[in-house]
């Protein structure tokens, strides 16, 4: 018998007044499975998991953004691939950790063709917290949901951060999408907090500056690339970077270039994604205590 039934048992055995009633509820609030809440930016409402998955089925491209080392972040986002795919959608997941040119990797991994060491190899070669990411790789895996490679070259982006997208050479370019540091209010407020002090010294910002918005719009044009292809017409999981997943990251390059429609979601973090922080310019959701388990 677990805690929960015992402590029933218990107060069944003590009371038979209106107290009873109240212990009652006490017991059933302490007993419920934690879980974490879904904060709807647009009303400031929180909602259940199902209204969630009813929303996000109306769009083409959702983004779950992230921190890359957190292990609730990544089960959150195996929560949501798991019940879009067992509710009959198609779908596809796109990976900021991959870049572009490795799709054959992932191809093959998801059609089973790559053992799973060589394939930990190739996908470590390029991004860390390899047990992060398992269950998601092989869930796509085991179901067959396409993996998109979205990302550049590191070696591209890590020249850009440190002497600017001037010192690329020719071959690099034809890459690559050309940017330059054309940005909000808020994103010059992201990329300065993100930098700390580093934030002023000379060359910093706008080297790092660039280097974030090559992200955000090669990772748009990859997607956009796939979207145009996909006769299937997938229902895409992005799984990237809060601050590449936010609507002034990625997705405001996608509707630069088109009409395709998404939705945001971010996790909490304090002192950056939190309800009164931000507004429907910056995300569709913020889904709040993660560590307490699953959303409901």
């Known amino acids: 018998m677990g805690n929960c039934e015992k402590n029933m048992k218990h107060i069944r055995t003590v009371s038979t007044t209106g107290l009873f ?14 879980g974490a ?23 083409r491209v959702i983004f779950h953004g992230e921190l890359h080392d957190s292990r609730e972040h990544h089960r959150s986002q195996l929560q949501l691939i798991r019940a879009l795919h067992e509710k009959g959608h198609k779908l596809a997941v796109g990976l900021e950790m991959v870049p572009k040119h490795r799709q054959d990797a992932l191809d093959k991994w998801v059609a089973g063709e790559l053992d799973p060491w060589i394939f930990r190899k190739i996908f470590s070669s390029y991004w860390g917290y390899w047990s992060l990411y398992r269950d ?7 179901k ?29 370019l034809e890459e690559i999408p050309a940017v330059s540091c054309i940005i909000s209010d808020e994103y010059e407020k992201f ?21 974030q918005l090559l992200w955000d719009k090669a990772m748009a ?14 229902l895409i999981v992005v799984l990237a970077g809060g601050g590449h997943s ?3 990251g990625i997705p405001a390059h996608l509707a630069a270039r088109s009409e395709v429609s998404y939705k945001v979601l971010l996790p909490e973090i304090s002192g950056r994604w939190i ?18 388990g699953g959303l409901h």
């Open 37 to 59: 809440h879904i904060y709807r930016v647009a009303d400031n409402q929180t909602i259940s998991f199902p209204q969630l998955l009813a929303d996000l089925e109306t769009a």
């Open 136 to 142: 998601i790789l092989f869930y796509a895996r085991q």
């Open 221 to 234: 044009e990859n997607l956009l690339e796939f979207i145009e292809k996909d006769a299937d017409a997938h």
């Open 144 to 172: 067959n949901i396409p993996l998109i490679g979205l990302n550049v070259p590191k070696e591209i982006t890590r020249k850009i951060a440190r002497h600017g997208f001037d010192s690329l050479e020719e071959q690099d």
């Open 191 to 211: 990329i300065r907090r993100a930098l700390g002090a580093h934030a002023q010294h000379p060359g910093t910002f706008e080297n790092f500056c660039e280097a």
């Open 21 to 34: 009633f109240l212990l009652c509820l006490m017991t059933l609030a302490v007993c419920r499975p934690a």
């Open 246 to 248: 936010w609507k002034h």
């Open 275 to 292: 309800p009164g922080r931000i507004d429907a310019r910056d995300a569709d959701y913020i889904l709040q205590g993660l560590e307490l």
